[in-house]
């Protein structure tokens, strides 16, 4: 079983355990909300990685999303720091 790592911090890179409606297992996302300010006390906003690519050159267009935090699992403390790991054998 995978170690499950709840998210703590705006910016950190995140998995969903269970996929979302309409996405694909494995999709990547960038947590947007602060998990220490979540106002209903159950989801935080996050952004696909997949929609910011889409929306290179404006960013503000990709969609925010509302997930269940314990439906996250940290896989980058940062976007520098996931990409970089791609590099790693």
């Known amino acids: ?15 969903t355990l269970i996929p979302l409606e309409n996405e694909r297992e494995g999709d ?10 979540i106002t209903d006390g159950v989801t935080i ?8 690519q889409r929306n290179v050159k404006d960013p503000s267009k990709a969609e925010r999303k509302r997930i269940p935090i314990n439906n996250l699992t940290v896989i980058g403390e940062d976007l520098e720091d996931y990409v970089a790991s791609w590099n790693k054998a």
């Open 28 to 37: 990547v996302y960038i947590l947007t909300g602060d998990p220490d300010l």
């Open 45 to 52: 906003e996050a952004v696909s990685l997949n929609d910011l």
């Open 1 to 15: 079983m995978e170690n499950i790592i709840i998210p703590t911090q705006s910016g950190q890179i995140c998995k």
